[in-house]
């Protein structure tokens, strides 16, 4: 860099330099968290409005960095996906959740078993072997594919809309769940709902947060939940923080809910306490 000269450094501000270096200190850090085991999951329910009871759980990543502490996913997965680390950690993950839902079934007593989402970023989606990859982790660990959940979002339609059906087709094929994540903020096309084999909507929790006070929300929301059943899906609802939200989702016939009023995302032997106490809304 010396040899381009003093105008090279010019161009840059002070602060893009900073954040450059910081990006590349996380990706570097993010290469070795694998290997050292950094990362975990965390579990938050998923309640079924009807029972009241949890039906299920999405698996969140934490990474537990040794100088930095807990780091939010939203401060790496972005990165990851760049950089293509997503597609490691993402196995992973997909790994770890499916071992602990085989395990949560075995002690699960005759309670219907729960359902494991996972999510899939637009990266992994489009990785090959995709569909061996999630094959071999079901085989591996033993978990019956319909208690897995792949939670996709809008943005892994954009690209090839054929081959993303064709997709589609397979992993149901092998008998998974499939939803779609943070529904309504990306590219959404009806065409897709009618096109895709999808199983379930998750509104996104943007629509949720001022579902009480904001009529457009409300509206945006009640329609969402029709237009769903209407096409034989389920609705969760993402996002749910206090009793009124909860209360009018209930009103509007959503399916499921998961939120900080129920619980937020826990360690593994936290979410069996719950389970185990038979905790419900
Ligand atoms: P997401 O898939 O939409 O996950 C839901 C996020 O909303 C989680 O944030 C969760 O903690 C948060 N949340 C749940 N209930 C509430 C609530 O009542 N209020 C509020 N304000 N927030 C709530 P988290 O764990 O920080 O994850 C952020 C995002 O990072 C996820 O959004 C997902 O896009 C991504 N992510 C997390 N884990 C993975 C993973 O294993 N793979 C991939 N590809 N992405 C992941
Ligand atoms: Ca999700
Ligand atoms: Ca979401
Ligand atoms: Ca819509």
């Not at 950690?89 to 395990?103: D, K, P």
């Not at 494991?116 to 990785?127: G, I, K, T, Y």
Request: glycine residues 6%.
């Amino acid at each position: 860099a010396k040899k381009m000269g003093r105008n090279m450094f010019q161009f840059y501000e002070p602060a893009m330099n900073e954040e450059a270096q910081e990006r590349l200190r996380i990706e570097n850090a993010l290469r070795k968290a694998l290997e050292r085991g950094e990362f975990a999951l965390h579990y938050q329910p998923q309640v079924d409005l009807e029972s009241g009871r949890i039906i299920g759980a999405e698996a969140l990543l934490r990474w537990q960095h040794p100088e930095l502490g807990l780091v939010s996913p939203a401060r790496f997965i972005g990165l990851a996906e760049e950089t293509g680390l997503i597609v490691p950690i993402g196995a992973w993950v997909l790994r770890t959740a499916c071992a602990q839902a085989r395990e949560w079934l075995e002690h699960s007593h005759g309670h219907a078993p729960m359902r494991m989402a996972v999510n899939l970023s637009a990266r992994q989606f489009s990785q090959p072997d995709l569909v061996q990859t999630i094959a071999a982790v079901l085989a591996e660990t033993g978990l019956p594919p319909a208690c897995l959940e792949l939670e996709l979002t809008e943005s892994v339609f954009m690209n090839d809309v054929a081959q993303a059906v064709s997709l589609l087709r397979q992993l149901k094929a092998l008998g998974v769940t499939l939803s779609i994540d943070d529904f309504g903020t990306g590219y959404s096309s009806l065409a897709y709902l009618r096109d895709f084999p999808i199983d379930v909507l998750k509104i996104d929790r943007s629509f949720v947060n001022d579902i009480v006070t904001d009529p457009d929300d409300a509206a945006i929301v009640v329609s969402v939940i029709a237009l769903a059943h209407n096409l034989k899906l389920r609705v969760v609802a993402e996002g749910v923080e206090n009793r009124e939200q909860l209360d009018f989702l209930q009103q509007h016939g959503c399916d499921a809910i998961q939120g900080y009023y129920f619980s937020r995302p826990v360690a593994p032997e936290q979410f069996e306490h719950m389970a185990r106490q038979g905790r419900h809304l």
